[in-house]
């Protein structure tokens, strides 16, 4: 029998943050390792020729060593300054080795001069050299930051988005090219899931309002017996757990993508308004709801931002303990990002079970769902939530039982 083909799945999470600055100076990126092969190619290339050019001259030097002129019937009395042998010579054998003596050392000084002089127009080269590789590999690099700037914008769900390089037909123009049909499927596959997803709305929606309506309709007539209006309370509670799931459902698949719009919204306003909605069925459960709100403004979507705030405060409420149990709910900003931390006593969660509670359908030591507390996707729409923002929920076990859930959002 075949299969049904699997759903379009949401696109990976990047490895980086798109909003963090790009630091070349810290990490061994292509154009620094280009830039240190051509100045370290060029410094071999300069020490190798300079050299040769030091041997050659050199040997040039020493293979005209002997004197052109040699004194041998006058005698003469000499006083140089850089030759401190000449001064004082009373023959001319001394006068002779004098000068040869003189003129080695002229040599020698000669080299030395040489030497220094081209290690410096070396290291002024090399630092040209280096510089001009610098420029070079980023302008041989710059359609692959091209590729990174576009990656980086699709990375927010903004698929409209394409590479288009111009240039010569070479590698980095079909890997663009590439990427651009790339990016044409994934729009597609995404539009389609956004089509899907209004379409299932409606079609799921329709039907379940309508047993809705018609067992209340049933449920109103005063002459049904007890055992129809029992049956007619039990499928109401049935069809009402349907509801729930199906909008779980389409929640979690439209908040697997970026929010495009954005407006600003105050943690502290909804987690006040998840705190009054919930406020009643923690009365009921004898739950003591606290915590101080600071503002905390973000740029998201209020209503999904709001269904965050409710489902925490929701499941803390109704696994806590019997008596004396108390859910902590604050917001605040801290190191530049928006803090909502809910904390709640109840029984011992182990460390290893946290990331099972984020899975769809499972809670604490259940598989699936099970109970009249929810349908087991509140913490894994909190999840896709937070990622749609940017941001991130953690959970760890509370000393003495219990959770602290803290969802942080940039500003």
Not at 21 to 39: M, N, Q
Not at 380 to 385: G, L, M, N, P, Q
Request: net charge neutral.
């Amino acid at each position: 029998m075949a299969t049904a083909p699997a759903p379009p799945q949401a696109p990976p999470k990047p490895t980086w943050d798109p909003r963090d600055p790009v630091r070349p100076w810290l990490r061994p990126t292509i154009r620094i390792r280009l830039t240190l092969l051509y100045g370290g190619m060029f410094l071999i290339a300069g020490i190798l020729l300079l050299s040769i050019i030091y041997l050659l001259a050199a040997q040039a030097i020493h293979q005209g060593s002997e004197l052109a002129l040699r004194v041998t019937g006058v005698n003469v009395t000499l006083d140089s300054p850089t030759c401190p042998d000449l001064n004082g010579v009373i023959n001319n054998d001394q006068l002779n080795r004098a000068l040869k003596t003189c003129m080695s050392v002229q040599r020698q000084h000669a080299l030395d001069d040489l030497l220094r002089r081209s290690l410096f127009a070396l290291l002024g080269l090399s630092i040209i050299a280096f510089a001009f590789g610098y420029a070079m590999a980023g302008r041989v690099l710059s359609p692959l930051g091209k590729i990174t700037r576009t990656a980086r914008q699709v990375a927010g769900s903004d698929l409209s988005r394409r590479i288009e390089l111009d240039g010569p037909d070479d590698e980095l123009k079909e890997l663009a090219d590439t990427f651009d049909e790339m990016l044409d499927r994934l729009e597609r596959a995404f539009t389609a899931q956004q089509r899907f997803v209004a379409n299932a709305s409606h079609e799921l929606r329709t039907p379940l309002a309508i047993n809705r309506t018609l067992l209340e309709v049933h449920l109103s007539d005063p002459g049904v017996p007890a055992e129809l209006q029992q049956l007619g309370k039990t499928l109401l509670t049935t069809n009402e757990r349907s509801e729930q799931l199906v909008e779980g459902l389409l929640l979690l698949a439209r908040s697997d993508n970026q929010i495009v719009e954005r407006k600003p919204v105050d943690l502290a306003e909804v987690a006040t308004r998840a705190v009054d909605q919930t406020r009643a069925e923690a009365e009921a459960n004898g739950v003591e709801i606290r915590g101080e709100r600071a503002p905390a403004v973000v740029q998201g979507n209020g209503v999904l931002l709001e269904r965050i705030a409710l489902n925490l405060v929701q499941n803390g409420v109704r696994y806590n303990i019997p008596e004396g149990g108390w859910v902590d709910v604050t917001t605040e900003v801290r190191q530049g990002q928006a803090v909502l931390v809910v904390s709640n006593t109840g029984p011992v969660v182990p460390a290893y079970e946290i990331d099972n509670l984020f899975e769809p359908f499972r809670r604490l030591r259940q598989e699936r769902t099970g109970s009249d507390k929810g349908v087991g996707l509140g913490l894994s729409i909190a999840r896709s939530v937070a990622r749609a923002h940017g941001g991130r929920i953690i959970a760890e076990p509370r000393e003495g039982g219990g959770l602290v859930m803290r969802v942080t959002l940039p500003v």
